[in-house]
């Protein structure tokens, strides 16, 4: 069994942009490409966890979205990045403008199903792992799928939470607190 780093998407691997549809749009955060490079040598997996409202809000395709975390692997590699091995993402929403994706779901952050999936799929001690994100529904989601959790204040920390089928549980606490994806890979790589 490996250990897993599951990573948030928007804020933590490439900036947070209103609706990235567009691949032309996708900014790699400054150090992402050499912190992945660090845990993967460290023999983690790494897992992108992604919630992606846009598909339920009918804005854009589950197609597209696969389209935009294609281009965002090339573009991490390009800059030395290593290979990611697994992308997830939740297109559902309980208010969902599409009827086919309006549902309670049990992949959408905080709920840690994507989390529990890769973990049966990657064969991942979940214990062993951690969860990184920039919002406290990932560090949530992370908490309840058993592993250990860093939360990154890139901004999206100060945002009022995302919509959810249930309250947010407000006793949960990230294990660690950074500012960037790099000072979290340093935390983790010294306290795994
Ligand atoms: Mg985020
Ligand atoms: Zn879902």
């Known amino acids: 069994m490996s250990a897993a780093i599951f990573l948030d998407r928007d804020g933590v691997l490439i900036e947070d942009v209103h609706l990235l549809t567009n691949p032309r749009d ?3 955060l400054e150090g992402v490409p050499q912190a992945l490079r660090s845990l993967k040598e460290a023999g983690f997996q790494l ?3 992604s919630n992606q409202t846009v598909v ?3 804005l854009f395709t589950e197609q597209g979205v696969c389209a935009i975390n294609a281009e965002m ?3 991490l590699e390009q800059a030395g990045g290593p290979h990611l091995d697994g992308f997830y993402f939740c297109p559902h929403h309980p208010k969902a403008t599409l009827p086919a994706y309006r549902i309670a779901c049990e992949c959408r952050k905080p709920r840690p199903g994507l989390l529990l999936r890769a973990a049966r799929e990657h064969d991942l001690n979940l214990g062993a792992s951690f969860m990184v994100g920039d919002r406290i529904t990932d560090i949530i989601a992370g908490a ?3 592993c250990r959790t860093v939360l990154i204040e890139t901004g999206k920390h100060e ?3 995302i919509e959810t089928v249930e309250p947010l549980d407000e006793s949960v606490q990230p294990d660690h607190i950074c500012v960037a994806l790099t000072a979290a890979a340093e935390w983790i790589l010294r306290v795994r």
Do not use: M
Request: aromatic share 0%; no cysteine; net charge positive.
């Open 73 to 75: 692997e090339r573009l």
């Open 56 to 58: 339920a809000r009918g």
């Open 47 to 49: 897992i992108v966890i």
């Open 144 to 146: 309840r799928a058993g």
């Open 26 to 28: 996708i900014r790699v």
């Open 159 to 161: 945002a009022p939470p």
